[in-house]
């Protein structure tokens, strides 16, 4: 784990406003700089080139640099060599790969491999497709799309049983979650988080209905979701209080969608087939509702996750840590900082790679893990 600053996480700074033309890669420094001021803290040294180019070269290709290139980087005399190096590494054939496993294991956790999953995720980052459209993706999956059909596969290996146990709707519910807006919400399945005060019953379960009623297609041979007709609210209650409440579709800490009614035999825009064993196309379906809704700036834990787990990936520990704990009671170290690149990361339209570049820019990321 790298660590560039000895601070005290709870104090907190000022930071004079940013003139709008600069780039954020100085922004992240002024914040960061300020913060290690405050707090009477010493920063780092800045690394070496060899370093530089370790480091760089694993967090982009996922390998070391070979001999030869990092001759001809030690050799480079230029100014800007830093800079051009980050950008050829962003242009490389390596950069794909290297994305495609860091993404993987990240959304994953490891539950195994499918090579349809591997081919939307190696065509999306080569496209360097938007991460707000991935993740639309991932919810409400297109199955005419060679390219895209594979992201079904979040869902449905979550939905997979073992042995006698049940579906696991709860924990594809809690991944959801955790992984595209930062909170752990399991807690609140029965009832109120008993230490997370942000954290309600609610929340939970206005996201659970939207997965309790999916189920893994079997009529192909790719990863794939149906989902059976919602027609009414899920009815909870807590297990502390008593208390009873219902609720439907919703995002988390957002407002409940409300459930059309149709009229017996409109509920499709195109019929089940019984004979082809296909689902047919719901006229409201929560999947896809979710697929809307979740992944835009509105959503603003959404933005928050994403530029705090690539942070994370670039500089070894979350703003908010651990990553599927943001809350008020756990405030992340650089409060202003994570607001800043939520706000970018959406100004540019989900962006990874351009994200990815700011942080390698900073002389934050360039400064040595050795603590002073």
């Given amino acids: ?180 807006l930062g909170v752990d919400l399991q807690c609140a399945q029965c009832h109120d988080h008993p230490s997370i005060d942000d954290y309600k019953q609610n929340d939970f379960n206005g996201l659970y209905v939207v997965f309790l009623n999916t189920s893994i297609r079997r009529d192909v041979k790719f990863p794939a979701i149906s989902e059976k007709l919602l027609t009414k609210k899920l009815d909870f209650v807590s297990v502390f209080t008593m208390d009873k409440g219902a609720t439907g579709p919703r995002l988390p800490f957002g407002m409940e969608v409300e459930i059309p009614v149709f009229k017996k035999g409109e509920e499709y825009s195109t019929p089940p087939d019984r004979k082809a064993r296909t689902p ?20 603003r834990r959404f933005s928050r996750n994403i530029a705090n787990r690539l942070w994370f990936a670039m500089m070894g520990r979350g703003i908010d840590h651990p990553l599927d704990l943001a809350n008020s009671e756990n405030p992340p170290s650089h409060p202003e900082l994570l607001d800043l690149l939520a706000g970018e990361m959406a100004a540019h339209k989900y962006d990874i790679k351009w994200l990815l570049r700011e942080f390698a820019l900073t002389k934050t990321y360039q400064r040595s893990s050795r603590m002073p």
Avoid: C
């Fill in 1 to 180: 784990m790298r660590v560039f600053l000895a601070f005290a996480l709870s104090s907190s700074f000022g930071v004079t406003a940013f003139a709008a033309e600069k780039p954020l890669h100085q922004r992240i420094d002024a914040f960061v700089n300020a913060k290690a001021a405050s707090a009477k803290s010493q920063l780092s040294k800045p690394i070496d080139d060899a370093t530089f180019l370790r480091r760089t070269s694993l967090d982009f290709t996922g390998r070391i640099p070979t001999a030869a290139e990092t001759r001809a980087f030690l050799a480079d005399t230029a100014a800007d060599k830093r800079t051009k190096l980050i950008d050829r590494l962003l242009a490389g054939p390596h950069y794909v790969s290297r994305m495609k496993d860091l993404f993987h294991v990240m959304l994953m956790e490891r539950r195994g491999e499918d090579p349809d999953w591997n081919n939307f995720l190696e065509s999306s980052f080569a496209a360097n497709k938007p991460w707000d459209r991935m993740v639309a993706e991932m919810l409400f999956a297109n199955t005419e799309d060679e390219q895209t059909r594979g992201a079904a596969f979040f869902q449905t290996k979550r939905l997979e049983k073992y042995g006698q146990n049940a579906t696991d709707f709860p924990g594809l519910t809690r991944d959801v979650a955790r992984l595209f």
């Fill in 280 to 299: 047919g196309v719901l006229k409201f379906s929560p999947l896809k509702v979710l697929s809307e809704r979740m992944p835009r700036p509105e959503t």
